[in-house]
């Protein structure tokens, strides 16, 4: 089993930057073997892909919807991924939710083996 806690949202204006972070835990779970992704479920809509990264951290994917605005990053040695947002949108309030997969490309196509509770953020205009 692996235990994924989010931590870092809550509410902001819009323009601002947010940070927030998903510490990995778990018997037998060596976080640096794992990729890790962000997604997020905003009221009404389904949840959707928004970055992942690869276990070294060398390979990294965004959504679209993001690109540019966001990085992604990791502290194998701290067992935490980071997702740092920027210049937020009241489009960007959601859920975000932290998962862990064996396969980066698992992750990119909206799949996660755990998840984590989630974190809320909200943006207002």
């Known amino acids: 089993q692996v235990q994924l806690v989010e931590s870092g949202g809550g509410l902001v204006q819009a323009g601002d930057s947010l940070r927030l972070s998903c510490a990995a835990s778990g018997r037998a779970f060596t976080f640096s073997r794992y990729a890790m992704g962000w997604f997020r479920q905003a009221p009404g809509k389904e949840r959707e892909f928004v970055a992942a990264i690869s276990w070294s951290g060398g390979s990294t994917s965004e959504a679209d919807s993001v690109k540019g605005r966001l990085t992604i990053s990791r502290d194998n040695a701290k067992n935490t991924v980071y997702l740092q947002i920027h210049s937020l949108k009241p489009e960007d309030t959601a859920v975000y939710y932290c998962?862990?997969?064996?396969?980066?490309?698992?992750?990119?196509?909206?799949?996660?083996?755990?998840w984590g509770q989630g974190t809320q953020v909200t943006v207002s205009s």
């Open positions: 998962a862990v997969a064996s396969l980066f490309r698992r992750l990119t196509t909206g799949g996660g083996d755990y």
